[in-house]
């Protein structure tokens, strides 16, 4: 009985573990994915290191669910930069953002994604390769 017991216990935890394993990593709780998380107005709320420059205060990255996405520079620009309409792209496994521009595409490294912030590896002039947040 002892031996029956164990195999049950086993094939339990065995079950478990599969059905843990089998969730994609996209998928962050319930119906919510990554994909679906990006979608909405997201503003620069601090850069990792570094003070947050006023000309980006006011920008607002605006990401639609049909892919496609628009940037809002506001009223002061820190490099001449317009505002900007493409197409955006979430990888896979949630761990690459791409966006293009007509027919330049830039890939950003996706450090973390809720659903009140988005946290992207991206090179914003002088300052280099950096953590971007934005809420």
């Known amino acids: 009985m002892k031996k029956f017991y164990y195999?049950?216990?086993?094939?339990?935890?065995?079950t478990f573990a599969l059905t843990l394993s089998s969730c994609s990593e996209?998928?962050?709780?319930g119906n919510i994915t990554k994909a679906t998380m990006i979608v909405k107005n997201w503003e620069y709320s601090s850069i990792q290191g570094h003070e947050l420059p006023d000309c980006l205060k006011d920008d607002v990255y605006n990401f639609k669910s049909d892919g496609t996405f628009s940037i809002?520079?506001?009223?002061?620009?820190?490099f001449g930069e317009t505002n900007q309409e493409g197409n955006w792209q979430l990888s896979t496994d949630g761990k690459q953002l791409s966006l293009k521009v007509g027919?330049?595409?830039t890939n950003?490294?996706?450090v973390d994604i809720a659903l009140d912030k988005l946290v992207l590896k991206m090179?914003?002039?002088?300052m280099?390769?950096?953590?971007?947040?934005?809420?």
């Open 26 to 29: 996209e998928e962050v709780e």
């Open 108 to 110: 950003y490294e996706v």
């Open 128 to 135: 280099g390769l950096v953590e971007v947040t934005f809420k």
């Open 103 to 105: 027919a330049i595409t």
């Open 123 to 126: 090179t914003i002039g002088d």
């Open 72 to 78: 809002n520079v506001g009223t002061s620009t820190c």
């Open 7 to 14: 195999l049950f216990m086993l094939a339990l935890v065995a």
